[in-house]
Every structure is written in C-alpha cells, then in structure tokens.
C-alpha cells in the first residue's frame, strides 16, 4: 500500500520554534524607525558624500518624507541653497539610484553656538605640595604621572561641587 501524504508542515510548526526572519523585523525596528527613517538615517550618513564638504558645512537634513527633505541651514545660505535646489535633487536621487525627492524646504536656525574652551583650573600651590609629599615614594613614571593626574582631577571636581 502506498504511504500516505504528510501533513501540511505549516501547521505542525511548534509556536515557539524557528520563525522567518521578516515576521520578526516589524517588532525590532518598529521604533527605531519611528525616530527616523531609513531614508533619512542613510541620507544623514550620506550628506557630505552627496552635496559635497561645502555645502555639508552649512547644511543638515534635518527630515525626509513624502518625497520632501527639509533641511536646516543658518543666515544667507538659504537663498542659495534655493537656487541650488535642482541641482541638489538631481544629486540626491542620483546617490540612491532612483526618484526619491521632489522638493526641498529649508528651516533658518540659528549657526550653533561655539563651544566655550574647557575650563582650567590651577591648583593652590598648598595642593600641590601636599600632593607631591604623598607621592614622593613613588619612582617618576607613568604611574605617578597618572596619580598626580588623578588628584589634580579630584581636587577639581571638589572645587565645582
């Protein structure tokens, strides 16, 4: 007698065995994607490659969707940029191989602020003796270059608490 057809193997399938890996991507992308898109993630990457280190200078894309890229810029360069905004598409669509953007918009914001030089702070010369007493055991070296290092660092975040 001939043996009978197997059953279907969807349905045997244990529910906590092996799953495709699309059915799974939903859940572990879902909210990173919700924060930026693909689209925008790859294009941020991507932006000095695409406008070039001159324009990236001035300029971030700062939003991507529905054919749309809004992108932040400071002061005069917005009047520019819209004047480049064909050329700007075509390279864009250009870099992903297919019609992606359509229109560009530009946000003014302000320039960042420059960031302020990192604060030195020069230890009492009292400090510094008693510092250099507690560490006189040790051979000069790197180790007590680094505790000298360690306590300077100490005495300072003591002095902004």
């Keep these: 007698m001939a043996a009978s057809a197997p059953a279907d193997k969807g349905a045997e399938r244990h529910p906590y ?3 495709p890996l699309a059915a799974l991507l939903p859940a572990l992308t879902g909210a990173a994607f919700r924060r930026r898109s693909p689209l925008a993630a790859r294009l941020l990457a991507d932006w000095e490659t695409i406008v070039g280190p001159a324009i990236a200078a001035v300029t971030v894309p700062a939003r991507a969707a529905g ?3 809004s992108i932040s810029c400071s002061g005069p360069i917005a009047l520019e940029l819209q004047h480049l905004a064909p050329k700007l598409i075509e390279r864009i669509n250009i870099h ?3 019609v992606l953007v359509k229109r560009l918009s530009f946000r003014q914001v302000p320039p960042p602020a420059p960031e302020a030089p990192p604060r030195t702070l020069h ?3 009292e400090f510094e003796a008693a510092l250099a007493a507690r560490l006189a055991s040790l051979d ?3 180790l007590r270059e680094a505790f000298l290092r360690l306590g300077r660092a100490m005495r300072a ?3 902004r608490s």
Excluded: L, S
Aim: net charge neutral; no cysteine.
């Design 17 to 19: 065995g092996p799953r």
């Design 157 to 159: 975040g003591a002095e």
């Design 140 to 142: 000069d070296g790197p």
């Design 123 to 125: 230890p009492a010369p």
């Design 67 to 69: 054919g749309v890229i």
């Design 96 to 98: 992903f191989g297919r």
